[in-house]
C-alpha cells in the first residue's frame, strides 16, 4: 500500500491547527501560519483521514496512494 497524497490549499488555510492536534506528527503549522505535511506516514492512516476531514476550511485534500482516489473532503 503507497502513502496518501495530502495537499493543503495554503490560499484556504486558516491555520486554526485542528489537523495538527489531530495528527501532530503528520501536520505542523509553519512560519507563515499555515498548515503544512511534515510527514505524509507520520500517524496512521484513519488519523490522517480524520484530521483532514476536521478541517473546518476543507484545506486539506487527501488521496489514496495506490488509486488516487480523494478520499477527504469529499467530492
Known sequence: ?????IVVDRDTCAACDICR???PN???IDGDAKAH????QGDPRDVIIKAADNC?????AVFDGDS???LVPKV
Open 1 to 5: 500500500m503507497r502513502p496518501l497524497r
Open 37 to 40: 505535511v511534515k510527514d505524509p
Open 68 to 70: 488516487g482516489e480523494q
Open 21 to 23: 492536534e489531530i495528527a
Open 56 to 60: 473546518p476550511m476543507e484545506a486539506v
Open 26 to 28: 503528520t501536520f505542523e
